[in-house]
């Protein structure tokens, strides 16, 4: 498997040999420790968490997990995600390993006290638009684009069900954002979640012709350099 290190704080990067899933390594670059392993591969699930991380300036070591080649099985592992998916983090720190995207942005975010206000209003607005990303755009989507792209057989019932799901989903985002700039108001982590899944629309085969608000939102997150330099990993 591929290794490297990024140092999120300064966008630096350079090869390391690491053993998969270790957790007391004080390697430094330029004298900033590596805080957080991200076990991660080139999807939105992935990035959700390599652009929270370049956006906190965590110094992180990259672990390219292939699922294309099913490393996500390697019995290393599934020691840190039993359920064999990216993304996973191991916080070296605080000795915290975690899967499940969702559950490591709102760890980040608490750890950091950013991007998920506290206000208990403002707090559960964001928790709530996480969990539709969670339960909603990423899996509708993410069926969509299997059915479209990679389905072994074509299944027209399959395709345009998850389609008109996602494009569902996509219109209820839109009226989110037609009257403020990100979707809870203030950038937060149900933007970080989303971003990835709506900015791959084209992948998707979709497009977002017709919500001009999303697709406003897209070119605005899009400009943030900490989203660019987390789109890019793993490199
Ligand atoms: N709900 C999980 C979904 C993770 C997920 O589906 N990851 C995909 C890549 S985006 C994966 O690892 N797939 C490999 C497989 O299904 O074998 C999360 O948000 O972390």
Redesign the pocket.
């Known amino acids: 498997m591929q290794r490297e290190v990024i140092q999120g704080k300064l966008g630096k990067r350079s090869s390391v040999s690491v053993p998969l899933g270790i957790k007391n390594d004080t390697t430094a670059i330029d004298s900033n420790p590596i805080m957080i392993d991200l076990y991660t ?1 080139t ?4 990035r959700k968490v390599s652009i929270i991380l370049e956006e906190l300036s965590l110094p992180y070591q990259v672990h390219t997990i292939d ?1 294309t080649k099913g490393e ?1 099985f390697a019995p290393e592992f599934v020691e840190i995600n039993p359920n ?4 996973a983090i191991i916080d070296r720190e605080t000795d915290i390993t975690l ?4 559950a490591i942005l709102i760890y980040l975010a608490e750890q950091t006290g950013k991007f998920l206000p506290r206000k208990p209003q403002n707090r559960f607005q964001v928790l709530e638009w996480l969990m539709f990303q ?1 339960a909603g755009v ?1 899996p509708m989507a993410g069926q969509h684009t299997h059915f479209n792209r990679f389905a072994s057989e074509n299944i027209p019932y399959a395709i345009e069900r998850y389609k008109k799901e996602t494009l569902r989903l996509y219109s209820v985002l839109d009226g989110q954002l037609a009257n403020q700039e990100f979707i809870c108001g203030d950038y937060s982590i149900a933007d970080i979640a989303t971003f990835p899944w709506v900015a791959s629309y084209e992948f998707q085969g979709l497009t977002l012709d017709g919500y001009p608000h999303l697709q406003s939102w897209v070119e605005r997150v899009q400009q943030r350099p900490a989203v660019q330099r987390g789109m890019a990993v793993p490199s």
């Open positions: 591969f999807t939105p699930n992935g699922i996500q064999s998916k990216i993304p899967f499940e995207s969702g969670m990423g």
